[in-house]
């Protein structure tokens, strides 16, 4: 359903070694799907998009991996640096939708 | 491009006072929305609109309010504070039409509002 009220949920990981991020979706009819970065005082930044005739695309260091079977998407980021620090918010789009309707976000510590 | 812009950047109020926040973007961009986003929380849709004078409420509506009457602007209207909207402020803009359908909405700094 809709993004709730949950208190966010953390991934730690040492600088330098791969991250994966997960998120499920909620409805069947989503057809667009985002990824966000926000740092710390900042407002949400696009990293990656994907199409659901897609099921896996890549950017620079970040690939995004879905599984519309089990309504599942997951950010992976390579050699992951202390500036990939920030919460990370998938966001899906149901192409009937005049919005999209944002997960809860995962928060990412890089451990240098 | 300066993209979607906010104002103010802080703002205090007490309770029962009112105030508007500013939201614009140069990016012809015809969907707008306003966001709001608590401590350690993810993203809850206040208001949003399709285009110029068409608005619709989001997931948490109440105690705010909107116009659109420009494609550039989007103001969000608190008319009387409560503390419960304590909370940092974000507008968003995309662009979503005929075979060109992005939907990547591109984000303010935010305002960060307090009310006492």
């Known amino acids: 359903g809709e993004s709730v009220g949950l208190h966010l949920p953390t991934l730690s990981v040492q600088e330098g070694d791969n991250s994966i991020i997960n998120c499920a979706y909620s409805n069947s009819a989503s057809d667009y799907f985002i990824w966000y970065k926000q740092e710390s005082g ?3 930044q696009f990293i990656i998009d994907i199409r659901s005739n897609m099921d896996k695309r890549q950017g620079q260091r970040v690939t995004v991996l879905l599984n519309k079977t089990v309504k599942h998407l997951s950010l992976q980021i390579a050699a992951t640096q202390p500036g990939d620090s ?3 918010f ?3 789009k149901p192409w009937s939708y ?3 309707i944002f997960g809860p976000g995962t928060s990412l510590s890089v451990i240098p | ?3 979607v812009t906010q104002t103010p950047k802080f703002r205090i109020l007490k309770i029962g006072q009112s105030m508007t926040l500013q939201c614009t973007q140069d990016m012809n961009h015809n969907y ?3 966001y709001r986003q608590d401590p350690g929380m993810g993203l809850k849709l206040i208001y949003y609109s399709v285009g110029a004078g068409i608005t619709d409420k989001g997931e948490v509506p109440n105690g705010y309010n909107v116009s659109r009457s420009t494609t550039e ?3 969000l209207r608190l008319e009387l504070a409560a503390p419960s909207q304590t909370s940092v402020y974000f507008c968003a803009s995309s662009y979503s039409g005929g075979r060109l359908r992005t939907d990547t909405q591109y984000f303010g700094p935010g305002t960060r509002l307090t009310v006492l």
């Open chain 1, 98 to 100: 005049d919005k999209v």
């Open chain 2, 32 to 34: 707008m929305y306003w």
């Open chain 2, 1 to 3: 491009n300066a993209g």
């Open chain 1, 86 to 88: 920030a919460v990370y």
């Open chain 1, 90 to 92: 998938c966001a899906e």
């Open chain 2, 73 to 75: 602007d989007f103001p």
């Open chain 1, 42 to 44: 900042k407002g949400p």
